[in-house]
């Protein structure tokens, strides 16, 4: 059984993984989820949250257990998940992008953003900036980011959105020279996904050499509109590890 420990993206909280924390438990895994600063229950004020703080706190949930963790990180979450990795290598068994950003040293998620291949993306098309804050209209959300969601999980979902703090968008990630080689990267790369296009994904997983990738027919939310086939790709992730 694998340690899982699961970073959520922009404008929600921990409670986005509930579903998919629920099905991964039943089958015996450990899991963990928090709150980024500024989302879910934290009250870190907007304006004091930053990259480097968001990969304290995952450091801090990574270090509370002796044991390595598979991370897996949604969005944003995939910037966070890098980061703190680069931080915390000896703490991490695995990285694992569900439709998430990968960022490469000295890359930011808005440089991601501005790519070619992410020219579609709706979340950019869509997003409100009012410093210290982005907001996503509610109007906009259920084709962005919950398109294959039941009506029920999407406003469920949507109703839960919150502002969230621009600091971690800007910032480039900092790796030093070798701090991920030996930690295994997977993906999940989902090909309805209107927040980060495929191409954009299919561009990122080139790009960082990642070979074990599984496809899902579905949005930017997998852990919500395809419960089941996400979790059975993260234990399929998770075999591969222990045979290694």
Known sequence: MARFVLVHG??????????????????????DVFDLPGLGDDTTPPQDVTLDSCAAR???VLTAVAEPAIIVGNSMGGVIATQAAARY??????LV???????????????LTRLPEGADDQVQANIVI???VATMPAAASRSALYSSCSENDAAWAISRQQPQPLGPFAAPVSIPKGALEGINRYFVLCTNDRAIPAALQRRMIAENSITNVIELDTDHTPHLSMTAALADALQKFASMQHAD
């Not at 290598?89 to 695995?94: G, I, L, M």
């Not at 992008?97 to 440089?111: C, E, I, K, N």
């Open 10 to 31: 922009a404008f929600t909280g921990a409670w986005i993984w509930g579903p998919l924390a629920e099905r991964l438990r039943s089958a015996g895994h450990a899991v």
């Open 58 to 60: 995952l450091g801090e």
């Open 89 to 94: 290598p000896e703490r991490v068994a695995a």
């Open 97 to 111: 992008y569900a439709t998430a950003f990968v960022p490469r040293d000295g890359q930011s998620l808005l440089d």
């Open 130 to 132: 009012e410093p210290p």
